[in-house]
């Protein structure tokens, strides 16, 4: 609050008048201070919430960059998986060993073992 300074040095010599014009100019200069004090909370409050908003915008953001990198993480797990999957049912298909052998001969002729 700015200090306000009398016209003289002393209150009680004043006149009536002068007095009036003393305590009116004091109020003024109380509702300017107050007025000034409101618009610089004011203007602090807006601040507040203009930081705290970018503030939630730059989380909203990185959590939305998290949200992708895991979905294409997921993604390529999936793919992951599935190319294990087919590997093992390529896997499967095919016989291995003494199978692939016997898979792989040629037919012979019928062979009766029992007779009638």
Sequence with gaps: ???FTFACASVNGLTLAQK????????A?????????KIAKRSEKD???AARAVRVAAR???????IAKAEARLIALQAKNEARLQKLADLKAKPVGIKAVKA???PSKVVI????
Excluded: G, P
């Design 29 to 37: 200069s109380i509702k300017a201070e107050i007025a000034a004090r």
């Design 47 to 49: 601040a507040k919430i």
């Design 60 to 66: 909203e953001l990185k959590m939305a960059d998290k």
């Design 104 to 106: 792989n001969r040629k």
């Design 20 to 27: 009036r014009e003393t305590v009116t100019a004091l109020r």
């Design 113 to 116: 073992t029992e007779m009638a």
């Design 1 to 3: 609050m700015s200090n």
